[in-house]
């Protein structure tokens, strides 16, 4: 089968079943590369069904570029609150500042002049000049490695096969509908060809798939084993006012969370020792310590949170660089998931009711 027969049924395949999402246009129409470009951020490393909410709210607040480059930072951490990896959201604030300054408010075409603004890596440039601007480029990500790798039976284990597959998909990029095959394969890899029994008969490929033909399909991708980060530990430190506010603080604007809003911990080490917690708490207080930790995995490594949880009256002052917010008004803190863990683990609040 050659390499145009095999793209032409993928795109059979594609314009019957391809997926309505919010940030797709419809069939025939041009897509708004502001939206290919933030559903793709959004989308790296966190499932489609997960992004939805989010990015149907992030739109509705910014729905434009420009809207997005001259919105406050607080304001884009907090929209982005709950999506994790919050270095994203910078980024993302920061190249819409970019596309604002130094290209006049519209995105570069190219993956070259996609890659050089921040935050966009080799995946990305690749998915938004296809998507948006129908550039013969390939995208890979984990559903189209899934994909290649079982069509082509490729043994290589992630992430050095990545080149291969690149090749590979260069390979079948039809001429005329780039940005369709870069969409169908996607589809395929999240409908079809799905890490756990795939559909092979209902696959456009299941002919050529070289992983069905041996009946291995699940056995790809073949991954190099992962190193799991050392686990990490501090206390966090839950002040309630008698008035119903909590104390907070903003962390550094660079570095893990950077710019978002949390309780006062310690700092994380792998040798922290809660016998000296007393010590980073952020008022000398009779502190109550909550039995079970918050446990959170950040990429390189596992966290344990041990919660401390203390009470003051009405008229106390924040410290210095520290702030207290109304319970009521915490939904419009950038409050990362991992910091909603720790306030309901205290007792004093319901991710249910945000
Ligand atoms: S035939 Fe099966 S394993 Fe092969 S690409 Fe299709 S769904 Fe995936």
């Known amino acids: ?8 049924d993928l795109l059979t395949w594609y314009d019957r079943h391809r997926r309505a999402l919010p940030w797709r246009a419809v069939a025939g129409e041009r897509p708004d590369p502001y939206r290919v470009w933030a559903s793709e951020i959004m989308l790296q490393q966190t499932t489609v069904t997960a992004v939805k909410p989010y990015y149907e ?42 596309v604002m300054e130094n290209h006049l408010g519209r995105f570069p075409d190219t993956e070259e002049g996609l890659r050089a603004l921040p935050g966009i890596g080799a995946y990305t440039a690749g998915a938004v000049a296809a998507i948006a601007f129908d550039r013969p480029a390939a995208a890979v990500d984990g559903n189209v490695e899934r994909v290649m790798t079982r069509l082509f039976a490729i043994a290589d284990e992630l992430p050095g096969a990545r080149s291969l597959i690149r090749e590979k998909v260069l390979a079948l990029l039809p001429h005329d509908r780039p940005g369709d095959f870069a969409q169908a394969l996607m589809d395929l890899g999240a409908t079809i060809c799905t890490p756990r029994s795939p559909a092979c008969g209902l696959c456009p490929w299941r002919e050529p798939c070289q992983a069905r033909i041996a009946g291995m399909q699940e056995s790809f991708p073949r991954k190099a084993p992962k190193k799991a980060g050392v686990t990490r530990y501090g206390a966090a430190f839950v002040l309630a006012r008698a008035d119903g506010a909590i104390l907070l603080r903003t962390r550094p604007a660079k570095g893990l969370l950077g710019g978002m809003a949390e309780v006062p911990t310690s700092e994380w080490r792998a040798d922290y020792e809660l016998d000296g917690a007393a010590q980073d708490a952020p008022l000398p207080l009779s502190w109550t310590q909550v039995v079970e930790p918050v446990r959170h995995v950040f990429t390189h490594f596992p966290l344990e949170l041990t919660v401390f949880t203390g009470s003051v009256p009405e008229r106390t002052q924040a410290p210095a660089g520290m702030r207290f917010t109304k319970l009521a008004n915490l939904a419009g803190e950038p409050l990362p998931s991992l910091m909603l863990k720790v306030v309901e683990r205290a007792g004093l609040y319901s991710s249910k009711t945000r």
């Open 1 to 8: 089968m050659t390499p145009e027969a095999r793209a032409a």
């Open 57 to 98: 709210r992030f739109m509705a607040r910014f729905p434009t570029v420009q809207a997005l480059a001259e919105a406050p930072s607080e304001e884009v951490m907090q929209a982005w609150a709950g999506l994790g990896y919050y270095s994203r959201a910078r980024n993302l604030h920061a190249c819409a500042q970019a």
